[in-house]
C-alpha cells in the first residue's frame, strides 16, 4: 500500500520550493491534527519552539476524515510573513499567563475568515475564533498557500468541507496537488492505520509522563495497566499527595481523543421534511429511534439500525447526491445492493435527512470529553449524586449528574475508553451511593432510573428525556481515589472484592529526582497522545474468554491454593470472583510486558524487559502484585487476628525459589516475622515490605489494616 503522506509531502515540498532554511512539522495525531473550530480552521498544532530567526519558512502537513472512505491532506506555508510570525512567538513567550504559555511546542495555527492565520501556544484551549478572543492573539500573518488532495473515494472541489477552507484562505491561495497516483481515487480505496500494538502501551505512556512531569515508574505503570484490564473498577490509595488523582486524570486524558465526530442523532435533536417533523428520542451504537412528533400523543414510533442510515450517507458521498435529490430516488439506487431489507428502507423521508445530517457529522468535530472527575461528598447518602433523579416539578424531565452524562456518553462512543474518577471515594459511606453502580459491574444486568409508567409487558415505559433503563456500557472504567484520616471512612470487604487496589507510596530516590526539577505536571502535554491505544484497550479488557497462560498454569494453581489455605485458617480466604480476577490479572501483566520483568539497573542504568531479575521471572512479578492489589487489602483487625496471619504470608513471600513444594505445613513450620529488611532473593519483595509496615502499626497500636494515614 503506497504511503499517501509521503507522496503528498514530497510533492508539495517540489511545489513550494525553494524552501531555504525552513521548518517542517507533521501534524497526522488526534490532537494535534487539522479541524473546523467555531468561526474559523484549525490548520495543525505543531512543535514550532525551534522556529528562530535562521529559519526562512513554515510548513505544516496535516490531514482530515472527510468520510470513512477520504482523507483531505493539506499542507500549509508560511514564507513571506515567517518574520511576524517569529515575532508572534516571542511576545507569547514573553507573556505567560492567562492566554500564552513560556513554550512554543503546542502551537495553534488558526485560519480566521480575514485569510490571516493567528497562532496560540496555549494549544488546549476551547478555540472560538470571535473577535473578542482574536484581540489577545495579536496580529495575524499571512499565508503563502494551503495545498491540498484528497486521497481515497473521490470528492469534488465544491465539496462542503474543501469550499469552506477555499472560502476562508482565498481561491488563488488554496492549490490543489497534481500528478499523484492515487490508487481507487474514483473507487472505494482508502489507507488503513496501522494497528496499534497493545504491547507498547507501559512503554508509551511511561514516556509521556515523563515528558509531561509526571513521576513514575515502569514496574507501577505494568501493574496499573493490567489491573485496568483485568477489572472496570480500581482504587488507588495511599500518600496524601503522592499523585493517585493526577495519575487517574493523566491516562484517561492519554488514551482517549481531543476530539469526537459530531454526534447528529442526540435525543432532542428534530429533522425537519417537507410533510413531517421527526425528533430523536433514543440513541445508541445500533440504532435510532424517533417520533414524528415531540409528544406522544398521536405519534408514530420508529427505529432504525444506524449501519442503514451510514449505507445511505456512503451511496450519497461516493456518487456526489444533492440534497434536491428526492428520498425515492436516492432509495430506488441503494435498496437492489442493501444488506437490510426492503421493510427498513420504507422509512424514506428519515433515512435522507439523517444521511445527510451524517455525512455533515463526518465532517466535524465537537471537543470530546472522555473522562469525569468527581469529587465525592460527605453527605453523599443516596446514588442521586451519580445517576441523577427524575425532576419532581416536571414530569418529563430528569436531572442529570455528571457521572450519569459521562456514562450515557459512553454509551454513545462505545470503542473509546471513558473513565469515572471518584475523587476521595470514602469521604462518605462507599455502599450509600455507590451501591446501584457495584451490581452492574458485577451482574452486567441494567437497574431501572425511574418509573412512572409500565408497558404492557411490565416494563418501565420512556415517559421523560431519559430512558428509564440504564446499563453500564463495557468501554467506562471506573478509578476510585482513597485517603484515610479521621474525616473519612473504610472500606467494607465487599467494596474491596470487587477492584484491584493500587497503593501509592514516594521512595526517597523519587523525590530527590522530583526535587531536582519540582515542576507542576502539565497533562495537556499528555491530551490525546495515546488516542491510538483506546479501541485495543477497550476490546481487549472486555475479552472475556482470557485464561492463565499454559506455561504458568501450574505455578499459578499452586500459589492461589497456598494463600487460600493460609487465609483459611483465619477466616480471609477468597472466592470464585477474587480467582477470576486473579487470572485475567495474571494474563494481562504477561501481556504488556511481552513475558519479561522490568530490571532498571540494565544497560548501564537505563532500564529494559528482561527475562528475569534475581532469580524472579514475570510471573513472581505478578503474583507480588496480585497479592499487595487483591488479597492484603481486605485485611484488618486486632494483634490476636491478624498476627499468626501476617507472620505467615510473610514467611510464604520471602520464601526463596528452589524451595518445593510449597504448601501450608512447610510454611507454617519455618514462620519468620516480618522484618524492615527484605531478603535479596525474596519471592515476593513488594509483598513482603507491605506486609512489614502492617506488622510494624500492629504491634504499635494493637490494629492495622492496608490504608495507612
Known amino acids: 500500500m503506497p504511503d499517501y503522506n509521503s507522496d503528498f509531502r514530497e510533492k508539495v515540498k517540489g511545489e513550494a520550493a525553494p524552501l531555504g532554511s525552513d521548518v517542517v512539522r507533521e501534524c497526522y495525531g488526534t490532537s494535534n491534527s487539522a479541524k473546523f473550530v467555531t468561526g474559523g480552521f484549525l490548520c495543525g498544532i505543531p512543535n514550532i519552539e525551534s522556529l528562530d530567526a535562521t529559519k526562512t519558512a513554515l510548513l505544516v502537513f496535516s490531514k482530515i476524515q472527510l468520510s470513512p472512505k477520504s482523507e483531505l491532506h493539506i499542507a500549509t506555508l508560511i514564507r513571506k510573513d515567517i518574520a511576524k510570525l517569529q515575532t508572534r512567538l516571542s511576545a507569547m513567550v514573553a507573556e505567560p499567563g492567562e492566554h500564552f504559555s513560556k513554550q512554543n511546542n503546542n502551537c495553534a495555527l488558526l485560519l480566521y475568515s480575514d485569510g490571516k492565520i493567528y497562532l496560540h501556544n496555549k494549544a488546549k484551549v476551547t478555540f472560538e475564533l470571535t473577535p473578542e478572543v482574536l484581540e489577545p492573539l495579536g496580529a495575524g500573518v499571512e499565508p503563502d498557500a494551503l495545498y491540498w488532495e484528497v486521497y481515497g ?100 486524558r492519554w488514551i482517549t481523543p481531543d476530539f469526537l465526530p459530531a454526534d447528529p442523532f442526540v435525543p432532542g435533536t428534530i429533522f425537519v421534511s417537507e410533510r413531517v417533523q421527526y425528533v430523536i428520542k433514543k440513541s445508541d451504537t445500533v440504532a435510532v429511534e424517533f417520533w414524528n412528533e415531540e409528544t406522544e400523543g398521536g405519534t408514530t414510533k420508529s427505529m432504525v439500525p444506524k449501519e442503514i442510515i451510514a449505507e445511505w450517507a456512503d451511496y450519497i458521498e461516493q456518487n456526489h447526491i444533492g440534497e434536491d435529490v428526492s428520498a425515492q430516488t436516492i432509495c430506488d439506487a441503494v435498496e437492489p445492493t442493501s444488506r437490510f431489507t426492503a421493510y427498513l428502507h420504507r422509512f424514506k423521508p428519515f433515512l435522507k435527512l439523517a444521511a445527510f445530517a451524517l455525512i455533515k457529522a463526518r465532517r466535524m468535530q465537537q471537543t470530546a470529553k472522555c473522562y469525569e472527575l468527581v469529587p465525592v461528598g460527605a453527605d453523599w447518602t443516596g446514588n442521586e449524586n451519580v445517576l441523577g433523579y427524575p425532576n419532581g416539578l416536571d414530569p418529563k424531565s430528569y436531572v442529570t449528574k455528571p457521572a ?123 491530551a490525546g497522545r495515546g488516542a491510538s491505544f483506546g479501541p485495543a484497550f477497550v476490546v481487549e479488557s472486555g475479552n472475556r474468554s482470557v485464561i492463565v497462560p499454559v506455561d504458568v498454569k501450574d505455578r499459578f494453581v499452586a500459589e492461589m491454593n497456598l494463600f487460600f489455605a493460609l487465609q483459611r485458617e483465619h477466616g480471609g480466604e477468597y472466592g470464585f470472583r477474587v480467582a477470576h480476577e486473579a487470572s485475567r490479572f495474571v494474563c494481562f501483566y504477561k501481556m504488556l510486558g511481552d513475558g519479561k520483568i522490568w530490571d532498571a ?100 497500636n494493637g490494629f492495622t489494616s492496608f490504608p495507612e494515614n
Not at 204 to 219: D, E, M, Q, R, V
Request: net charge neutral; glycine share 6%.
Open 601 to 700: 539497573t540494565a544497560e548501564a542504568g537505563k532500564g529494559a524487559w528482561v527475562a528475569n531479575v534475581a532469580g524472579r521471572d514475570w510471573f513472581d512479578a505478578a503474583f507480588d502484585a496480585l497479592i499487595i492489589q487483591k488479597f492484603l487489602p481486605k485485611l484488618h483487625g486486632s494483634k490476636v487476628k491478624l498476627g499468626p496471619l501476617l507472620k505467615k504470608m510473610n514467611s510464604a513471600s520471602i520464601e526463596v525459589h528452589n524451595v518445593a513444594p510449597r504448601e501450608e505445613k512447610n510454611i507454617t513450620a519455618k514462620l519468620v516475622d516480618p522484618s524492615r529488611v527484605v531478603p535479596p532473593d525474596a519471592r515476593y519483595p513488594v509483598t513482603a515490605e507491605k506486609i512489614f509496615r502492617m506488622w510494624r502499626q500492629l504491634n504499635e
Open 404 to 526: 450519569l452524562d459521562l456514562i450515557l456518553r459512553a454509551r454513545r462512543f462505545s470503542n473509546i475508553p471513558h473513565f469515572l474518577i471518584l475523587d476521595e471515594m470514602n469521604l462518605s459511606h462507599v455502599e450509600r451511593y455507590f451501591a446501584d453502580l457495584l451490581s452492574m459491574i458485577e451482574s452486567q444486568e441494567a437497574i431501572t432510573l425511574y418509573c412512572d409508567k409500565k408497558g404492557a409487558d411490565g416494563k418501565p415505559e420512556n415517559t421523560r428525556e431519559l430512558d428509564p433503563i440504564l446499563k453500564l456500557p463495557d468501554n467506562l472504567f471506573i478509578i476510585g481515589t482513597v485517603n484515610v484520616d479521621e474525616t473519612t471512612y473504610m472500606f467494607s470487604p465487599k467494596v474491596l472484592d470487587r477492584a484491584n487496589v493500587i497503593e501509592f507510596r514516594v521512595t526517597e530516590a523519587e523525590m530527590a529526582g522530583f526535587l531536582d526539577d519540582p515542576r507542576k505536571p502539565d497533562l495537556d502535554l499528555l
Open 153 to 252: 473515494s473521490k470528492v469534488e472541489e465544491n465539496d462542503d468541507t474543501i469550499a469552506q477552507i477555499r472560502k476562508l484562505v482565498g481561491k488563488e491561495k488554496f492549490r490543489k496537488i497534481t500528478g499523484l497516483a492515487i490508487p481507487g481515487n474514483g473507487g472505494n480505496e482508502t489507507r488503513n492505520p496501522t494497528p496499534t500494538n497493545i504491547q507498547t502501551i507501559v512503554d508509551n505512556f511511561n514516556a509521556s509522563c515523563a515528558a509531561a512531569g509526571i513521576t513514575t515508574t515502569k514496574p507501577f505503570l505494568h501493574r496499573y495497566l493490567a489491573a485496568l484490564f483485568a477489572k472496570r473498577f480500581l482504587i488507588l490509595t495511599g500518600l496524601a499527595g503522592s499523585g493517585k488523582t493526577k495519575i487517574a486524570q493523566a491516562f484517561a
